[in-house]
């Protein structure tokens, strides 16, 4: 109830009630997406609906209400704060982080300045609301496997988009920094480039990630993981994505310095990942002492630790 009182408050109140009743099976939702003059599509776990004049799903696309371009801008406007300048650096990237941590995507024209640089996206045509949820048992059936006596071995999460891989890293993080039944919480840093794990609004996590957790919110992860480690004494780094030789460089450093990790990368299995030759160094050093694969069937997460054969 608490997460949709919060998920409303992020529409002009002139057309709240309609978002009132689109949002009424919050737990289910996943994704509203926007485009000008198209019928408004809602993604929930299960499959695909539209939403009608009211705000009700619904299945036929022709009785489905369509958003015109005014009122998306009207709706950039509002979460901007009217203020699209001070906001540049998110519309930069192609995306807004509203109140609760739920997540804006945006498409439209694409402005270059020098060096071919992306400076800001403007006539915004599209918008994708993906909705954040935490779950606070993702990680419970695979944490006993993680730590070897107190201490917390290097995990690597390899997962398919739509898996469920944040959502099991943020609860992982959750976990260490609080502490369990296996160890006393630890210092967290997390380099959270994407704003994807802890959700920051205004510099505060709006997802929890845990009481001994520092965020670095929008930082690049290779400089984020060095500034880290300088910084704040992390005992844990956390990461998302990884997907540069930057990245994978200072993963390296990381581990010499006796740092446990935590990090995800997207692919389907472990074959498919060692393949790449990007993140070939990391299992010739042996960085991560734990690999989970992730999947999802039928609309369920499952995951499984990799071993090797031998």
């Not at 520092?214 to 997907?243: F, N, T, W």
Request: hydrophobic content about 35%; charged content about 30%; glycine content about 10%.
């Amino acid at each position: 109830m608490e997460e949709r009182k919060q998920l409303i408050k992020n529409f002009p109140l002139a057309g709240r009630a309609f978002w009132e009743k689109l949002t009424e099976k919050t737990d289910l939702l996943e994704e509203i997406r926007i485009r000008a003059d198209k019928p408004l599509i809602i993604r929930e776990r299960n499959g695909e609906w539209y939403a009608d004049q009211e705000g009700r799903w619904i299945k036929e696309p022709g009785k489905a209400r369509s958003m015109t371009y005014k009122e998306i801008q009207e709706l950039v406007d509002y979460w901007c704060k009217d203020s699209r300048y001070a906001f540049q650096k998110e519309l930069k990237g192609g995306y807004l982080t509203i109140r609760g941590g739920h997540r804006i995507g945006l498409c439209g024209e694409i402005v270059i300045g020098e060096e071919g640089r992306i400076q800001t996206v403007k006539n915004i045509s599209s918008l994708n609301i993906r909705i954040a949820h935490q779950c606070k048992q993702a990680a419970a059936n695979i944490l006993p496997y993680l730590y070897e006596g107190d201490r917390l071995q290097s995990t690597l999460l390899i997962s398919p988009p739509g898996a469920g891989k944040t959502t099991l890293l943020r609860d992982l993080i959750r976990r260490v920094s609080d502490g369990n039944v296996y160890a006393q919480g630890k210092v967290v840093g997390l380099v959270d480039e994407r704003g994807e794990i802890a959700a920051c609004y205004q510099g505060i996590p709006q997802l929890d990630v845990g009481l001994r957790t520092d965020v670095l919110d929008g930082c690049p992860k290779a400089a984020g993981m060095i500034r880290l480690l300088r910084s704040m004494g992390p005992q844990v780094i956390a990461v998302d994505e990884l997907g540069s030789a930057k990245e994978v460089k200072a993963l390296l450093k990381l581990a010499g310095c006796g740092c446990s990790i935590l990090a995800t990368i997207h692919g389907n299995n472990m074959e498919e990942v060692k393949r790449r030759r990007l993140f070939r160094s990391l299992w010739e050093e042996g960085i991560f002492g734990r690999i989970l694969i992730l999947e999802r069937k039928a609309g369920e997460f499952c995951s499984y630790l990799y071993e090797e054969e031998e």
